[in-house]
């Protein structure tokens, strides 16, 4: 069966510092990946996806970036945090397309809580 | 453009009532629609999906959800809510990109049960 990973599981950094999270998926081979973020009582924020290795899409322009030197990880990065990268992460992965076009549902790791101070 | 509209921001039920969670989509091909649950601190746990076919799907923890295209709704419900159905609730939908498959969520419901 897949799993997916996050980690770390909390993260308080200061303003300014630097930022690395990461996203493995075991189980599969070639997904797409995703990385989400969700303010507190908000809904999901796509930031950046992936459909292969070193392919990366981004949807919001902002201090972040994204990265995939392997097929199951995805990593996340920053180079100064702001005070507005606090937040709830959350990667997910889906299968690639499917025949005639069809779309596989996402699963979603257990996200990261960063808190920046 | 593809979105999504949960209406209701936050339900509260009793114990044992019905449920039915709003969701309405924007799409112009023939929809992938999913919900999610999530609980405080937790990631996504998919609940159900509609691809095609019938358009009453059954998912887990016992509900189900309804595709109506006239109406541009998935909604979601379940006939008794038990209290560990507390969390918050997402809908969405899957579109086809030629660089990949997006998804488009909705702001999420908020579920509170009170015994």
């Known amino acids: 069966s897949q799993t997916i990973h996050q980690w770390p599981a909390t993260l308080v950094q200061p303003v300014g510092s630097p930022l690395s999270l990461e996203c493995t998926v075991e189980g599969t081979s070639n997904p797409n990946l995703y990385w989400y973020r969700q303010a507190a009582g908000r809904g999901l924020q796509l930031l950046f996806y992936?459909?292969?290795?070193?392919?990366i899409s981004s949807e919001v322009p902002q201090n972040l970036s994204a990265s995939r030197p392997q097929d199951r990880q995805f990593i996340l990065s920053s180079k100064k945090l702001l005070l507005s990268d606090s937040g709830f992460y959350l990667c997910?992965?889906?299968?690639?397309?499917?025949?005639?076009?069809?779309?596989?549902?996402?699963?979603f790791g257990p996200g990261t809580r960063l808190t920046v101070t | 453009a593809q979105s999504v509209t949960q209406p209701d921001i936050h339900i509260t039920v009793s114990e044992g009532a019905s449920l039915e969670l709003r969701c309405n989509y924007s799409y112009g091909a023939t929809p992938y629609l999913f919900w999610y649950v999530q609980s405080p601190g937790q990631g996504l746990q998919l609940l159900l999906k509609y691809f095609s076919g019938d358009t009453l799907v059954q998912g887990i923890k016992g509900f189900e959800a309804e595709f109506k295209r006239s109406q541009s709704s998935f909604n979601l419900r379940k006939p008794s809510v038990h209290w560990s159905d507390a969390a918050e609730y997402f809908c969405?939908?899957?579109?086809?990109?030629?660089?990949?498959?997006?998804?488009?969520f909705g702001t999420g419901t908020s579920l509170t049960v009170i015994p």
């Open positions: 997910a992965w889906s299968a690639p397309r499917g025949g005639q076009g069809h779309i596989y549902e996402q699963y």
């Open positions: 992936s459909v292969g290795i070193g392919q």
């Open positions: 969405a939908v899957g579109a086809l990109f030629r660089t990949g498959n997006q998804f488009y």
